[in-house]
């Protein structure tokens, strides 16, 4: 591996104690505040944009927003905000009337709930499940063994549309609830508003895809090799 190549997950120095943290702070040779200084140049070129510099803005202060106690002192902050209320608040913060959201159809009934909090919070709300359209999966060259129901027909998730209904429906925020690895992705490239995760799909571990890291020294212990192909 390169030693220069931005590697922030494998810096050894406690965070109180990183460059990134303090003028003063250490840094190992990947680091990139150390080492290119050149791309917060740019980021900040690009904040000079009214939009991009409001957005930042608000969300930085959403970030503040979410901890009590801070006049405090840092060690005795607490958390005080679901995400779902931090993502009503972003919202009114911005002055966003129509959100989309984009959910998977096993997320049915929690999308939902998420749409009825989004409307009481006076939004309107577009929403789109992966399975729009009705295109069968052989629209994409799967075979009848590659599906989830063998031997039956079967729509394939379709995030690029879900992702041009909401840009025909002009979201001004979209937020993405349990879209598939991938999918996901794809709706990210094409949707136009800006996106945020609610909730990501987990299927073996009920949308919790954490629990497998917090438990790597133990249950999940074999990912410490390299997964079969």
Known sequence: MDEHMPGCAR???????????????????????????????????????????????????????????????????????????????????????????????????????????????????????????RVPKETIGIRDDEKIRIGCFEPMCNPIAQALLFNDARTEFNVVMGLCVGHDSLFLKYAEAPCTIFAVKDRLLGNNPLAAVYNIDTFYRSLKVPIDA
């Open 11 to 133: 810096c050894p120095f406690e965070a109180a104690g990183r460059l990134c943290q303090d003028e003063a702070g250490k840094a190992p040779p990947f680091c990139p505040t150390a080492n290119q200084p050149g791309v917060s140049e740019r980021a900040l070129e690009e904040l000079k944009k009214p939009e991009v510099y409001e957005f930042s803005r608000q969300a930085s202060i959403q970030e503040g927003e979410g901890y009590a106690d801070r006049e405090l002192g840092y060690a005795r902050t607490r958390p005080l905000k679901p995400r779902i209320v931090e993502i009503v608040e972003f919202a009114r913060k911005m002055k966003y009337r129509k959100i989309g959201l984009a959910f998977c159809l096993g997320l049915r009934q929690e999308a939902k709930v998420v749409e009825k909090i989004l409307d009481v919070n006076g939004f309107t709300v577009v929403s789109g499940v992966c399975k729009v359209g």
